[in-house]
């Protein structure tokens, strides 16, 4: 049975960091794509980031509200996916959910992960 378990969230100040991390067990992860969403209350659940594996390398992939403060990387040997998350704002408050897909290709749409973690709480003061 395939599971991903989130940890790393709290509670932090604006303008901190922190860094989850999404331990996969089940299965292997290392040559699919993996990402990162959150939920704010009261909204729908949105695209944070992303990594996939090609010939190149890595690609990441990033939201616009995200991109140049988080960062997204993967540990296949751990069969884990990070994110590292600085200058955190209040409207970074959300459920992060880690998700896996059983392609190879980043997404930034729900519909094409097939695993989804329980979730990890995130609330930035201000």
């Known amino acids: 049975q395939v599971q991903l378990v989130e940890s790393g969230g709290g509670l932090v100040q604006a303008g901190d960091s922190l860094r989850l991390s999404c331990a996969a067990s089940?299965?292997?992860?290392?040559?699919?794509?993996m990402g990162w969403f959150r939920q704010a209350p009261g909204k729908e659940r949105e695209f944070v980031a992303a990594?996939?594996?090609?010939?190149?390398?890595?690609?990441?992939y990033y939201a616009d509200s995200v991109k140049g403060r988080f960062s997204i990387s993967r540990d296949n040997a751990k069969n884990t996916v990070y994110l590292q998350m600085n200058s955190l704002k209040p409207e970074d408050t959300a459920v992060y959910y880690c998700?896996?897909?059983?392609?190879?290709?980043?997404?930034?749409?729900?519909?094409?992960?097939?695993?989804w973690g329980q979730g990890t709480q995130v609330t930035v003061s201000s």
């Open positions: 998700a896996a897909s059983t392609g190879y290709s980043g997404s930034y749409y729900l519909r094409d992960y097939n695993y």
């Open positions: 089940g299965r292997t992860f290392s040559r699919n794509a």
């Open positions: 990594i996939a594996i090609n010939w190149s390398g890595a690609t990441t």
